[in-house]
């Protein structure tokens, strides 16, 4: 597995990248099969140390997990113990998923933007319909099943996911509700609807 161990305008010993290395090596070992890369980022921001960790599985699927504390190596634990929560929830379907598929998930180019929210929440009418955008990045979307979808949602902690439906190629969305609950837009299925 690769890794790319960096830090925010914090250096980064060779003593905590040992650590990171020995810990996720032990946490993909275990749950995820045949990890890719892993990306761990440190921060700081006054008193706390933040830690955020990507990991990208053979499969295509992404998992992710972010976590704070005062002391560098506590915020790095907790973000493990964050992404094994995700894995060991998962495990079964992970195993199942690397064998039922021969190829890893196809993923297609998309435009991401990133809109300014308005100055006032309060404010009634904007003055204008147009939105700034502040960046705009290439992102991917993946062709997954729906329970697959769900299931990269919840190991990358997203509140959102697009995909594309490998049931009919339309473009999909999985949510996390108020309620707890996960909702699927799938316009397809209106489609497919005949009109009374």
Request: proline fraction near 4%; include cysteine.
């Amino acid at each position: 597995m690769r890794y790319q161990i960096s830090g925010k305008q914090i250096d980064i010993g060779d003593a905590l990248q040992t650590h990171v290395q020995t810990e996720l090596a032990e946490v993909m070992g275990k749950y995820a099969g045949r990890p890719t890369d892993a990306h761990v980022t440190f921060s700081r921001n006054a008193h706390e140390y933040a830690c955020e960790a990507i990991v990208h599985l053979s499969t295509g699927l992404t998992t992710q997990a972010r976590a704070h504390d005062h002391e560098i190596y506590a915020a790095f634990d907790k973000c493990s113990e964050k992404l094994e929560t995700q894995l060991r929830r998962y495990k079964r379907r992970l195993k199942d998923h690397h064998r039922e598929r021969s190829q890893p998930v196809e993923l297609s180019e998309a435009s991401s933007y990133i809109l300014a929210a308005s100055e006032d929440a309060h404010e009634s009418e904007p003055e204008t319909l147009q939105p700034i955008i502040v960046a705009e990045m290439q992102t991917k979307i993946p062709s997954l099943s729906v329970g697959e979808a769900v299931m990269q949602m919840e190991l990358a902690g997203a509140p959102v996911l697009v995909f594309r439906n490998e049931g009919h190629s339309g473009v999909n969305v999985v949510y996390r509700r108020e309620d707890g609950n996960i909702g699927w837009i799938d316009p397809s299925a209106l489609e497919e609807t005949p009109s009374a």
